[in-house]
C-alpha cells in the first residue's frame, strides 16, 4: 500500500450524525457507525485538526496516514450526537456552518423538497409549476395517496439508485437536480409554490434543524471543533456573478466571527464538485483572510497540495470495517 506509506492525508466528509427515517441524499452517518469509524481513526491512522493539516502542508511536514474530520452545512447534530463522540475518542474536527443575520428560519431547500414530496401522506395528483424558464407539468395519480406500507417500503430510497420507486422519487429527483443551480429567489419560488400546493404545515423538523446561534458557539467551545464558513445560503457558487459570490462568503464570514469573537480561518465551497466554484471563486477565498479551503472530489493530501483547492473523501453510513476498507481504498487512489 504504497499510499499510506508515505506523507499524505486525507479529509473526511460528513454532513450528519443522525438516524432519520429518510435519507434520500445519504447524508446521516448512524451514530454507532459514527463510533465505530472514529475507533478506526483513533487506531490505525493519525487524527489531525484541518489547520494543523495546513500548517503541516506549508511546513513539509505531513505525517503519514493523517486524518481530518470535516462536516459541512451545521446541522444541530454536529454538536448534539456528533461532538460527543469527537470528545470520547479525542478527535477534532472542524464544521462548516451555512448562514447569516436573521438565523435558520427554515429547513435546508433539500430537506424541504424531502419532506413535502416524500413524507407528505396526501398530495394533490397534479402538479403545474414554473422551474426557472420552464413550465413543469407533473402527474402523481395514484400516487397522491401514499400508502403508509409503500411509503414504509421506499424509506431506504436514495438518488444512487437508478430506479425511482414511484412518481414522486421521479419528481424529487429532478426537481433536486433543476433547483440545485437554481438563483436563491426563483427556488424561493418554487420552494414556496410547491409548499403551497402540498397542503404541509410549513414547520422546521427538530430532527432537521440547523444549529442556533448559541450552539454555534457551544460547538466551538474547548477547541476540540473548529468552525469554518460554508456562505450565506449555499448556492452553486460559479453560477454567480463575482460581487454576488464575495457577499455569500465575507457575509458568512463575518456573521460567524461575530458569533464566535474570533477569526474564521476555514472555508468550504458549497456543493464543492470542481464545477460549483470558479477559478473566481478561488481567488475571492484567498483574499477573503482564510488560511484553507476545502473542495467535494476525492484524493489525498500530498505536499504539493492547494490549500484552497483541498480533496476530500465523503463517508457514508459504514460500519468500522466497511469504512476501514474505504479509507484504505481512497488512499490507494491517491
Ligand atoms: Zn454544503
Redesign the pocket.
Known sequence: MAGLATPGAVILIY?RVAEIPRDPQLLCVRRRHFGEQLEVLREHYHPMSLLELVGAVRDRKLPKRAVVVTF??GYADNLVDARPLLADHGVCATV?V?GGDGGPAREFWWDELERLLLETETLPRALRMTVGADAWHWQLGESAWYRPEQSERDRGWNVQQPDNPGPRQEMYRALHERLRTLPLPQRRKVMDSLQAWSGAERVVRPTHRSLATDEIRELADGGLVEIGA?TLT?PVLATLPTDAQQLEIERNKAHLEQILDRPVRSF?Y???TRSDYSVETVKLVRRGGFACACANFAGVVRSDADSFELPRVLVRDWDGDEFARRLRQAWGNG
Open positions: 454532513h459541512d452545512d462548516f451555512v460554508h449555499h468550504s458549497p456543493y464543492g
